[in-house]
């Protein structure tokens, strides 16, 4: 007995030990959890799990064992496992002396077993569980802070079920900001991922962006598939965005990623080529988009059990898209019901975009009311005030209100309503049917212009537009079927302003929002700060892009959400405090076709306005005397036709005559009536931007004539372009303001007889720059040659010119044509050599005439519903009100002779300023002779009026001002004095 008291001291003390060498060795297993090496996690678990007996460990140290196996097994996606190993645990937990409390990791069962449950009843129990376990424990600690955040994620999931997105929002970022604290790196992943879903569903994609970045800094390597989920997710982030190739970038990165980590049967393939379908599919290429549908139809051949996943649905509705783009319903129709009877009961949003291509077939089969009314059942489902609201009476009352902003998904549907009402009247004309077709394009717009009014998310102006250029088309439509004749002024009038919608929209409304300053009396630091939001915005989006630090693209991230909060509530107190400003900001008044004969066209001129679609056109006519509205029907595709022309015209062929003749024929010929012997003012649209009208041969010739002797519509009519009747109209309205800001030239040759890289010199820029020193040397000219003409001197001086000529090279980018730059000097390949078309933008260059002579300044990509993005409409952005442009490259030889000619016109013998262009492109084609051919001299087209330059070269009133300040300073010197000598 006395060796039983003796020994059993002993005993429990070595038992003690060995309890606490258990303790360590979990320890050092779970550590490779929290190091997110998973795989070594759960190696060095299931080790201490198989020499249990031996080890003896407690119920409360098994229970942690079991848990974070559990863990490491989720996290490698190993579902079965980890379901048997969280319920292993919550046994051993269960087994704890009543004694003993609750160990810190305890909630984690509860969450493990909710994660990993097969239906919501036994989620829901689970994690109520979860939060009781959570409530009950210390404030401070690491494990508490962590299941905090599991209880807001939890509390996100619900209110994400019960439809409350703005709470679940709310909820995933208070889970995310306890999880940076714990930095589990893992979870702090999913809540950013969580918080990214939550504002793709609300569109507002820029933030979706935003944290899908943030969840893809945070996932571990040791979660391949996770990672490759998320790349794929911000590549449909950057699709929304229209950032095209920051989509292609993540496609490559995610393709890379996959390959490497062998995820060759990874269920998130589907969603890769989901992804990439999209994106082909916004860009309109369509042979690409079908090859991403053959790639996919191959995977699911190989792995046939994802055809009963809901992204096999999405598939289905993709690949009966590309059928609807090449209308080939036929085949459309049963993918669709084959995705619809997937998808249905499965609360997936791919149902509903099913049922909406279903509305394109039945339309197609002229079923006009079975199509209107499955799109307005989904018009009520998305409908924000709940669907039975809307279908229990007249659903547009529901939309017609100041403040409610429609989601573009609701806005896209009504602007297919409104197609289908004209389709409808298209085969069965009637009042009422134009009547509600007209009445839809209203509502969507109203509800476009309240989206604005709110403030459009930054990115998402794209969108916006392209939603705003579909509704013009249908509203163009049904214009002319509602038109009394060619000839209706009315409807004419109409049309003007629904096509002017299209055009330039960005450049028009900064010079309408800047005259309404003056008009309402906006405070002048309310208009500075506005300003300043745009510029900080558009910095910190440009270094966002450009930023490969992961930390940095966090804190920029950060910078912007912070500064777009900043600028929508400065919006909100200027719409409280000048609603009148507010509301014409956004909705400009319409112009009137007296206000173009007054302040646009000049007696002797016709305006032609072009709305291009691809097989025909839209032309509105008016000259001071006649109006006059045609669609014009096209032989061939607009695109393919100015494309190959283009091509041809670049290499000096003859081929390119037949189409310029054929393109007079269908475009000029059927309003010749019109415009008569006018000179011709042309408003461009789509492809027709980079026709060169004055190339356009007025007769039939014989295939050997001289290119000199040839019949150009340039040797009959002068002709200028305007981005924009509006834009035209504002800048009538502005010009005497600007001209008292600038005087003189500016003259920049940074490459006069040297090369820059790899940039050949151009020796005739210099001749053309001492041309100018010629014609006007005042003490406001300023012209710079080689080292000299830098990008600073631009930038310091260009504010102030009133003629600008840049002899430079330009290099134009197609796919983000914000980085176009112009090249001046500086250290190579840096921003101090590239004056970029962004950079342009943000400039204020309030000068009479710029002169771009550069190759390709008016070619750029052509956006939809926002114009041709290129370097000449930067300028014309910045403020230049005429400009002379190039579409296509042009010699440096053939650019000196033009400017030989026009500038003398334009500075001394003070001819207008289009009229002078156009009689240097004929002095061209008179003197060229064989050289004649448009592919030399057509490049150049003038953009602006017709106004006669001038310089302003005399004193400035500053000059006088400060002329008089110092003449008053020096008399009341000298009266000083002489009270002095005086008192002497």
């Not at 490491?72 to 996606?77: M, N, S």
């Not at 050599?833 to 342009?840: D, G, S, V, Y």
Request: proline share 4%; glycine share 4%.
């Amino acid at each position: 007995m006395l060796l039983l008291f003796f020994f059993l001291p002993i005993a429990l003390f070595t038992q003690d030990i060995r309890f606490l060498g258990n303790d360590q060795a979990i320890e050092q297993a779970v550590t490779n959890y929290y190091d997110s090496d998973y795989q070594d996690g759960l190696a060095a678990l299931d080790s201490l799990l198989a020499v249990n007996q031996k080890r003896n460990f407690r119920p409360i140290q098994l229970a942690k064992l079991h848990c974070f196996r559990a863990e490491c097994a989720f996290e490698l996606g190993d579902a079965t496992t980890a379901r048997a190993a969280f319920e292993s645990a919550d046994v051993a937990l269960r087994e704890r002396s009543p004694d003993n409390p609750l160990p810190g990791f305890a909630y984690r069962i509860p969450q493990g077993l909710a994660a990993t449950a097969s239906d919501l009843n036994e989620y829901f129990a689970h994690s109520e569980r979860m939060i009781a376990l959570v409530e009950q424990m210390e404030a401070d600690d690491f494990e508490s802070a962590h299941g905090r955040s599991a209880v807001q994620y939890y509390y996100g999931n619900e209110a994400k079920y019960a439809g409350d997105l703005a709470e679940a929002i709310d909820r995933f970022a208070k889970a995310a900001s306890l999880l940076e604290y714990t930095k589990v790196d893992v979870d702090l992943a999913s809540a950013y991922g969580a918080m990214a879903l939550m504002y793709y569903w609300v569109e507002d994609f820029p933030k979706a962006a935003f944290y899908n970045e943030q969840a893809l800094a945070a996932s571990p390597t040791s979660r391949p598939e996770e990672y490759f989920r998320i790349l794929t997710n911000l590549v449909g982030n950057y699709v929304d965005l229209r950032q095209i190739e920051n989509a292609r970038e993540k496609l490559v990165d995610a393709r890379r990623h996959a390959r490497v980590h062998r995820l060759a049967d990874s269920e998130r393939w589907p969603y890769y080529y989901a992804a990439k379908i999209e994106m082909h599919n916004t860009v309109l290429e369509l042979d690409s988009m079908k090859t991403t549908i053959d790639e996919q139809l191959a995977f699911y051949e190989r792995y046939p059990a994802y055809e009963q996943e809901i992204s096999y649905g999405k598939f289905l509705n993709q690949y009966a898209g590309w059928h609807i783009r090449r209308k080939e319903y036929q085949q459309a129709a049963p993918l669709i019901e084959q995705s619809i009877e997937l998808l249905t009961g499965r609360e997936s949003p791919h149902e509903n975009a099913a049922r909406f291509l279903r509305t394109k077939v039945l339309c197609s089969e002229k079923k006009f009311t079975e199509a209107i009314e499955e799109l307005q059942w989904l018009i009520c489902e998305a409908d924000l005030n709940g669907p039975d609201s809307c279908r229990m009476g007249n659903p547009h009352h529901i939309f017609r209100t100041d403040e409610l902003r429609g989601d573009f998904t609701t806005i896209e549907y009504i602007k297919d309503k409104a197609s289908y009402y004209k389709y409808w009247y298209d085969h069965s004309p009637s009042d009422t049917l134009l009547w509600l077709s007209n009445a839809n394009v209203a509502l969507a717009d109203s509800l476009l212009a309240n989206t604005k009014k709110a403030g459009i998310y930054p990115g998402l102006e794209r969108t916006v537009d392209e939603l705003s250029l579909e509704l013009r088309k249908i509203q163009m439509a049904n214009i002319f079927a509602a038109a009394d004749g060619p000839e209706d002024a009315g409807q004419v009038e109409a049309a003007l302003n629904a096509s002017e919608r299209i055009k330039q929209l960005s450049i028009s409304e900064r010079l309408h929002e800047q005259l309404l300053e003056d008009d309402f009396g906006l405070p002048e630091t309310a208009i500075e700060r506005e300003r300043f939001f745009i510029q900080e915005i558009k910095e910190l989006l440009t270094e966002v892009r450009i930023t490969s630090d992961t930390a940095r693209r966090k804190e920029l991230r950060a910078e912007l959400r912070e500064l777009s909060e900043k600028q929508q509530r400065h919006r909100d107190m200027i719409k409280a405090n000048y609603p009148a400003y507010f509301d014409l900001l956004y909705t400009p008044p319409p112009l009137t076709i007296d206000e173009v004969r007054e302040r646009i066209i000049a007696p002797g001129e016709a305006m032609l306005h072009f709305v291009a679609r691809n097989d025909y056109v839209y032309v509105i006519a008016i000259s001071q005397k006649n109006v006059r509205m045609e669609q014009l029907k096209l032989s061939q595709p607009l695109d393919d036709t100015v494309t190959e022309l283009l091509d041809g015209l670049r290499k000096k062929e003859n081929t390119v005559f037949p189409t310029l003749r054929r393109l007079y024929l269908e475009l000029i010929s059927p309003i010749e009536e019109v415009i008569g012997d006018h000179d011709l003012v042309i408003v461009p649209d789509g492809h027709l931007w980079y026709l060169p009208f004055a190339a356009l041969l007025t007769e039939d010739e014989a295939p050997l004539v001289l290119n000199a002797e040839r019949s150009y519509l340039l040797k009959e009519r002068n002709i200028r372009y305007l981005l924009s009747t509006r834009l035209a109209y504002f800048q009538s309205k502005q010009a005497e303001i600007q001209a008292a800001k600038v005087c003189g030239i500016l003259g920049m040759s940074p490459l006069a007889n040297q090369n820059i890289g790899t940039f050949d010199s151009l020796p005739r820029s210099l001749a053309t720059l001492e041309l100018l020193e010629r014609l006007s040397n005042t003490r406001f000219d300023r012209y710079f040659k080689n080292e000299r003409a830098t990008k600073n001197s631009f930038n310091r001086f260009a504010p102030s010119a009133a003629v600008l000529h840049i002899g430079t090279h330009a290099w134009i980018d197609d796919r983000r044509p914000e980085d176009s730059f112009l090249l001046f000097h500086g250290e190579a390949e840096t921003d101090q050599q590239r004056l970029t078309a962004a950079e342009i933008y943000n400039l204020e260059l309030p000068a009479h005439l710029a002169v771009l002579s550069a190759c390709s300044t008016a070619q750029g990509s052509l956006r939809r519903g926002q114009g041709v993005a290129n370097l000449a409409r930067a300028f014309a952005h910045a403020g230049c009100r005429n400009l002379v442009v190039n579409l296509w490259e042009i010699k440096d030889l053939a650019s000196s002779q033009l400017m030989k000619n026009f500038y003398p016109a334009i500075l001394t013998d003070e001819q207008p300023t289009a009229a002078a262009f156009n009689a240097a492109q004929l002095n061209f084609i008179e003197n060229a002779e064989m050289n004649a051919h448009p592919g030399y001299w057509a490049t150049g087209i003038y953009i602006g009026n017709n106004e006669k330059i001038e310089l302003n070269n005399r004193t400035s009133p500053w000059v006088f001002l400060l002329s008089g300040i110092a003449g008053c300073f020096l008399a009341a010197f000298g009266l000083y004095r002489s009270i002095n000598n005086t008192t002497a």
